[in-house]
């Protein structure tokens, strides 16, 4: 059974830098075509794709977003973690982490609503 | 605005069919790069209802099917059931950003 789960801070301040964890059981990092993805939605908009990494540590971005995001995994721990510099009142959202293979994301966190406010 | 264009609200009544479009460019859709469908029940997350332009998950009902032509791809439902009204999205990768896309999403209501 797959399974996912974000943690890190509910709130941060304008400039300060976000950094969320994904932590998943049932599948392995290190298994070829699979991936770990971090997906954003503010409230009451539209999913936002943000990074994905891959097996062999290859990285994507967004590339609206491609400078202030960061994705690394530590495959022995099972998790991925997504830093997000700069952050912005814009940047409130929920954001999810979702086990990927075939470029399509058949599980899902069940998301952590990051609010930025000073 | 989104890479892939969805229209942002569908409706239909009970036991009818309906289709929500998601219109691409040749970098996405059009470059044959696969697209997966998601559906996202208020207040939970997106779950994944097509993949791979036609194929459904293990436990996604027949009445939901995929479809891809061109620059373009659709999601229908038949039988439509109150349960099914929720924001559907379409993804797909686009290589002109080498990056993973999301449609803008579509509110389907049941009537």
């Known amino acids: 059974q797959i399974t996912l789960k974000e943690s890190g801070p509910t709130q941060v301040k304008p400039t300060q830098t976000l950094t969320l964890t994904c932590i998943f059981s049932?599948?392995?990092?290190?298994?070829?075509?699979?991936?770990v993805g971090w997906i954003r939605q503010p409230p009451g908009k539209a999913l936002e794709w943000l990074a994905l990494?891959?097996?062999?540590?290859?990285?994507r971005y967004s590339p609206s977003l491609k400078s202030r995001l960061t994705i690394t995994k530590d495959t022995s721990k099972n998790q991925v973690v997504l830093t997000v510099t700069n952050m912005d009142p814009m940047d409130t959202a929920t954001y999810y982490c979702?086990?990927?293979?075939?470029?399509?994301?058949?599980?899902w966190g069940q998301g952590t609503l990051v609010t930025v406010s000073s | 605005q989104s890479v892939l264009t969805q229209p942002p609200s569908v409706s239909g009544a009970p036991g009818q069919r309906v289709t929500i479009s998601c219109t691409g460019s040749?970098?996405?859709?059009?470059?044959?790069?696969?697209v997966h469908w998601y559906q996202q029940l208020p207040g939970t997350a997106p779950k994944l209802l097509i993949y791979?332009?036609?194929n459904r998950p293990s436990g996604v009902p027949d009445r939901f099917s995929g479809s891809k032509s061109g620059t373009s791809a659709s999601l229908a439902i038949t039988g439509l059931q109150a349960e099914d009204e929720a924001d559907y999205y379409c993804q797909s990768y686009d290589s002109l950003s080498a990056s993973g896309v999301f449609g803008g999403g579509t509110k389907l209501t049941v009537l």
């Open positions: 049932g599948f392995s990092l290190s298994t070829n075509e699979v991936g």
């Open positions: 791979a332009n036609t």
């Open positions: 990494i891959y097996w062999d540590d290859d990285k």
């Open positions: 979702a086990h990927s293979t075939l470029g399509g994301y058949n599980h």
């Open positions: 040749r970098s996405n859709i059009g470059a044959g790069y696969n």
